[in-house]
């Protein structure tokens, strides 16, 4: 799936795929989707989607159920195994309670059974692309926020945890072995690399990247 990568009127960046091996289908949703601005694209197979999608935007799928070849909840596994993120509605004309459940507990948005109707699809899709913009939006962030950790040097990584954990200065010095003017000067840096603008504003980063920082501590209450 070298294609595929991280990731209407509603919004003018976000894109609706849609894989259904049903041409009639495929180009029923275009028809409702296109005069309400929303961009598309169709595949007739979960392979041909994974050949060819870029899911490097906001945006949602549209995924039948029974396909011939890879199915639409293998396709939500395999998107899944790959780390790709997008919101899926399913559509089936057989759905069963065991499938849609399997579907839904996998991150599913919504699972409609065919015909669908026009507005249960567009309430769907809409609904898809604004929780797809949310995600898009927060990934954006963290990797923002990791490429600025990245700037630390190794000695800064060691106090960064030790600040936000709400030790002074005088207290980090201590547990470096190092001068108190040398920890300032850390903190300082750190402060500019990280873009923050306070120390609540630092815990809070270091909240958004989980935490998973060497020697991590639990942070202060960004709050405080």
Known sequence: MSD????????????VFVVDDDASVRRSTERLLRPLGFAIQTFASAKEFLDGARVDRPGCLVLDVHMPGLSGLDLQRELARKGVEIPIIFLTGHGDIPMTVRAMKAGAVEFLTKPVKPRDLLAAIRTAIERGRASHQARHEIEALRKRYERLTPREREVLPLVTSGLLNKQIAGELAASERTI?????????????????????MVER????????????????
């Open 4 to 15: 595929v990568g991280s990731g209407g009127a509603l919004s003018d960046d976000a894109i």
């Open 184 to 204: 300032k000067f850390h903190r300082a840096h750190i402060m500019k690399k990280m873009e923050a603008e306070s120390l609540a504003d630092l815990v809070r």
């Open 209 to 224: 990247l989980g935490g998973a920082l060497p020697g991590a501590r639990e942070p202060v209450p960004a709050d405080r």
